[in-house]
């Protein structure tokens, strides 16, 4: 197994072929496609380029800076195509929430955000910073992924109890907009569901580790599988009713369905059982339809889902402008800066896969999904080659969070599925969402970095007849 180097020891310069200058030269592109797509949303929106869209340019320069001197520093061997795969999205998300700034002074009667000019990329600009300083920190202080798991019962009580605040807490200070996962502040707020995930992740990676010989012992078979011993059960129960209880007290559907989701993939990764999965399956029908009998909030959005313009002037509003947006960018969209994104309430949050999918098109809707497929498979492929059993786990339940929240939020503003209320990761408006992907980077670069670290050189032994003698006298 390789060594994992030394809390006190310096990193070892990267060598070569570490793949550190590609990772730059790549960060270089997205800076220069960020700063065009800026300079076009500038132009047609007929806004003068002015020093401020160079600040923003240069502003983001430095973040991407930052992030790859720190990993150079701290993570000299990580996969170089993460980096710049983040920073893409990162960036035109960037660019997008400037665009809807620019439209939030639209006089367009069907402008759903007049008023005066909001300044949310400037906000998000800093939450990016913000997050990169978490990022950095997480490499430093975590230089093995694999103490993680000593403190697994801890963290995985932590997101239980992350999960639960906004629950115990006056409706003023935890709801928003019908659903109650917020802790909020006088000047500060933040969404603790979204560092709830990873640390339930870190707990469950540990958990399936030290019990995996119990999980793999088969019970009984029905229909030709393999099914589980009912005290093996606890950790899927355990999900479900987490799941169940947060739906019911908090309203909030996006984040009880991504725990359980990914709980049950890790289960099956450990596994490699089919018997996990179907359980999983059979427990997520029996709670949907519980659910769905009892919680009026989900009726509501199911009734959405099913015929949006049957409720267009109320809840049905969203997701029709949703799918008016999508049909008018057609293949290649309207251009960046010359479509109507702010028609569509929440542009910049949960709808902002519509803002994109309204200018670039399916193509650009296409470009995103391939950046977070990019990431997701690096993330497996770390997950493959990393030697240790807690590392893989760890590693496969990260990526699948991404890709699976992704396929949540796109499925929700497309109609495929209910809306969730989750936020696109790296490109959507919003500070606690951004801060605990770039805390989920870190960790997936940790975690690539010992995959591809070299082997420490074997010391070659001298001869023999090379070894001192020494003659020892009796005594």
């Not at 605990?436 to 670290?453: F, P």
Request: proline share 5%; aromatic share 10%.
């Amino acid at each position: 197994m390789t060594a994992a180097p030394s809390g006190h020891a310096p990193p070892s310069p990267p060598p070569s072929n570490s793949g550190r200058t590609t990772e730059m030269v790549l960060l270089g592109i997205v800076v220069a496609i960020v700063g065009a797509a800026l300079v076009i949303v500038e132009l047609a929106q007929g806004e003068p380029l002015t020093w401020e869209v160079a600040k923003f340019v240069a502003a983001f320069a430095v973040l991407c800076a930052v992030l790859h001197l720190t990993v150079r520093r701290f993570a000299p061997y990580a996969d170089p195509i993460l980096l710049p795969c983040v920073a893409a999205l990162n960036g035109l998300g960037l660019v997008m929430i400037h665009r809807l700034d620019l439209g939030s002074v639209d006089v367009d009667v069907d402008a759903v955000t007049q008023g005066d000019r909001t300044h949310n990329a400037d906000q998000q600009l800093l939450w990016a910073f913000i997050g990169v300083v978490v990022f950095a920190l997480t490499l430093i202080v975590i230089r093995d992924h694999r103490t993680l798991s000593r403190y697994a019962y801890t963290l995985g009580l932590g997101g239980i109890v992350f999960l639960a605040i906004p629950a115990i807490l006056p409706a003023s200070m935890a709801e928003v907009n019908g659903s109650r996962n917020w802790i909020i502040l006088p000047g500060f707020s933040i969404q603790p569901g979204e560092f709830s995930k990873i640390l339930i992740i870190i707990f469950s990676a540990a958990f399936l580790v030290s019990r995996r010989d119990l999980f793999m012992t088969a019970g009984k078979q029905f229909a030709g599988i393999d099914l589980p011993r009912l005290r093996d059960l606890g950790p899927l129960f355990a999900a479900w009713l987490i799941a169940i209880g947060v739906l019911a007290v908090e309203n909030d559907l996006g984040t009880p369905l991504l725990i359980f989701a990914t709980v049950l993939v890790l289960l099956y990764v450990a596994t490699s059982r089919v018997s996990w999965l179907v359980l999983g399956l059979t427990l997520f029908a029996i709670g949907a339809t519980v659910a769905y009998h009892l919680f009026e909030h989900l009726r509501v959005r199911v009734s959405i889902w099913q015929d949006p313009f049957s409720q267009y002037e109320t809840y049905g509003y969203q997701i029709a402008q949703s799918l008016f947006g999508f049909a008018t960018g057609g293949m290649f969209g309207t251009g960046f800066g010359s479509g109507r994104p702010n028609t569509v309430p929440f542009a910049n949050t949960d709808f902002i896969l519509t803002s994109f999918g309204e200018e670039l098109g399916l193509v650009g809707i296409a470009a995103l999904m391939m950046l977070y497929m990019v990431i997701t498979v690096r993330g497996f492929r770390s997950a493959i080659a990393v030697r240790d059993s807690f590392g893989k786990l760890l590693a496969a339940g990260l990526a699948f969070t991404i890709i699976f929240q992704v396929f949540v939020v796109f499925g929700g503003v497309s109609k495929l599925i209910p809306l969730t209320g989750l936020t696109t990761p790296f490109l959507a408006y919003g500070g606690s969402s951004l801060l605990a992907n770039y805390l989920l980077l870190a960790l997936l670069i940790r975690i690539s970095n010992a995959s591809r670290e070299p082997d420490a050189p074997k010391v070659k032994a001298p001869p023999v007849d090379a070894l001192a003698t020494q003659v020892v006298k009796r005594a």
